[in-house]
């Protein structure tokens, strides 16, 4: 039930933004899970090898495949197996693509509290994803 508040211009940017990055994560992804079961690119992995390595844990997964970890993936991106990859990159980096979308609403308005939590979410995601910081192993 509505409360009679409308959705402010950064929530309305924010959502577009979401829409378009979750249905464009999601058209990768299946394109990349079309073009590696087809074959149309060449594959670290074989299809008909994936129930062979179904049950392994990752590093055993990792040792028998030779498939990359971390950021190594990203040269590899001429595999078909890969290409889903950016599907997955793009819906994880969703929240720093909508931040970056509502910062500058944010220093239009002068709101400084906002554009430096936005900053600081933005910095901390991006060294996460760089490997810089990690979580608690």
Same mark, same amino acid.
């Given at each position: 039930m509505s409360n009679g508040t409308k959705p402010s211009e950064e929530q309305l940017k924010y959502a577009s933004v979401l829409q378009i990055v979750s249905l464009s994560g999601l058209g990768i992804l299946i394109l990349g899970f079309l073009v590696y079961v087809f074959g149309l690119l060449p594959n670290i992995v074989p299809v008909n090898k994936i129930?062979?390595?179904w049950g392994l844990?990752?590093?055993? &997964?990792?040792?028998?495949?030779?498939?990359?970890?971390?950021?190594?993936w990203v040269p590899l991106l001429g595999h078909g197996d890969m290409v889903? &990859?950016?599907?997955?990159?793009?819906?994880?980096?969703?929240?720093?693509?909508?931040? &970056?979308?509502?910062?500058?609403? &944010?220093?239009?308005?002068?709101?400084?509290?906002?554009?430096?939590?936005?900053?600081?979410?933005?910095?901390?995601?991006?060294?996460?994803?760089?490997?810089?910081?990690?979580?608690?192993?």
């Open positions: 129930p062979e390595y844990r990752v590093h055993e &997964f990792v040792e028998h495949t030779g498939m990359p970890t971390g950021w190594k889903s &990859f950016l599907g997955i990159v793009l819906l994880a980096a969703a929240t720093v693509v909508c931040m &970056f979308a509502v910062l500058p609403t &944010f220093l239009k308005k002068k709101d400084t509290a906002y554009v430096v939590i936005v900053l600081i979410q933005i910095i901390v995601l991006a060294l996460a994803a760089s490997g810089m910081i990690a979580g608690g192993h």
